[in-house]
């Protein structure tokens, strides 16, 4: 461990850490987002922490190491930017190598590329975060040699009960459960973006498991008087678009800063999350909360990790457009409704605070390094 005189909190030591992330981070993505906040906060408190991962441009911030392009492929009903190449293998070993760290983090830690090289490699002590829910191929067909590699992880962390549904299910083993987090104070300090008319904002990437295609069938049901502002991009943009040419009411915004992201989420009178499967932890109906939105959402067990129904958010029945451009009316129209959903949704963000997380990640941390 390095040598200083420097503290996080008393006495204790500040400490290298390596964060090792599988998909590419010039991509928007659940994972990357956590990830690069994770480092945020552990260097706001003094220590070095350094994020490893693919990256198809420039590094979107200076602590961040390239490992290289990523590959687009199949994972969880999704596409994933990986990494899986020998290249990338070569240049995280040295990376880990020459870093010197006394702890490393690995985000999705069976992902091919650089996270299971990571752990193959294990130059230091190393935590494994899983996010992954809903059900996976090569958990199944993998099963035995991906039970031997878990057993070189140090500490094992689940993101959410159904998470841990999946990966206990298939490759046993002891984990503990620590949601996601979000910077609640910096998603407040943002100021809110201007609509003109009353909105609905999605961000998410356009395939079939996120749903949009079900938001647009339920906002043809939605007065004139009401916008829908899409954020992101993927398989389906180019379908949907040309099935919405002439609607002056839907606008696509292509993909979009973070900090475009938290402004919209702050001004839009709705954030939608229309997903119809496969979300392990819902930390977008977090940040929406915490950036003062109502949300409406599918009634998914990811999301219902975070949201309660009538409480903090309005959930409805995955795919049943009928009932969200119900649900999204009556969040437009009723201000009482509204305004409670919205204070209880700003308390509901609290227990998410990516401050607290970071608490439990540097004790295990330092856990492990003793």
């Not at 910096?186 to 201007?194: G, I, L, R, S, T």
């Not at 049901?221 to 991009?233: S, T």
């Not at 499967?277 to 819902?282: Q, T």
Request: hydrophobic share 40%.
């Amino acid at each position: 461990m390095r040598s200083t005189d420097d503290t996080d909190a008393g006495d204790a030591p500040l400490m290298r850490i390596g964060i090792v992330c599988p998909y590419s981070l010039t991509i928007p993505g659940g994972v990357q987002m956590q990830v690069l906040a994770l480092a945020r906060e552990l260097r706001a408190r003094g220590h070095e922490a350094r994020v490893l991962g693919p990256c198809d441009g420039p590094p979107p911030e200076s602590f961040v190491t390239p490992l290289g392009n990523s590959l687009r492929l199949a994972a969880n009903g999704s596409i994933a930017p990986l990494a899986p190449d020998p290249p990338a293998a070569l240049r995280t070993m040295r990376a880990l190598t020459d870093e010197a760290f006394d702890v490393i983090h690995v985000h999705e830690p069976l992902a091919p590329g650089p996270t299971l090289t990571s752990v193959l490699f294990h130059p230091a002590p190393i935590v494994a975060t899983f996010h992954a829910a809903g059900s996976s191929t090569s958990y199944r067909l993998l099963n035995r040699a991906l039970s031997r590699i878990i057993k070189r992880i140090d500490h094992k962390v689940v993101v959410s009960k159904d998470a841990l549904a999946l990966v206990q299910s298939h490759l046993g083993g002891d984990y503990e459960v620590l949601f996601n987090g979000v910077n609640i104070k910096e998603m407040q300090a943002f100021e809110p973006h201007q609509y003109d008319r009353p909105s609905v904002f999605f961000c998410g990437r356009h395939e079939d498991r996120k749903g949009l295609r079900v938001l647009i069938d339920a906002f043809e049901q939605l007065g004139d008087d009401v916008d829908l502002w899409i954020a992101g991009e993927g398989p389906d943009t180019a379908a949907l678009q040309a099935r919405t040419k002439g609607e002056p009411r839907i606008h696509w915004l292509g993909r979009v800063t973070d900090e475009d992201k938290i402004a919209r989420l702050r001004g839009a009178d709705v954030f939608c999350a229309p997903s119809l499967g496969g979300e392990s932890f819902g930390v977008v109906l977090i940040e929406s909360m915490a950036a003062g939105t109502t949300v409406v959402a599918s009634a998914l067990d990811g999301y219902r990790n975070v949201a309660t129904h009538e409480q903090d958010a309005l959930l409805v029945e995955p795919g049943d457009a009928g009932a969200l451009a119900a649900s999204i009316q009556r969040a437009l129209d009723d201000d009482d409704l509204t305004e409670r959903l919205r204070a209880n949704g700003s308390l509901r963000a609290l227990d998410f605070s990516m401050s607290t997380l970071v608490d439990h990640y540097i004790r295990i941390y330092r856990d492990l390094i003793a």
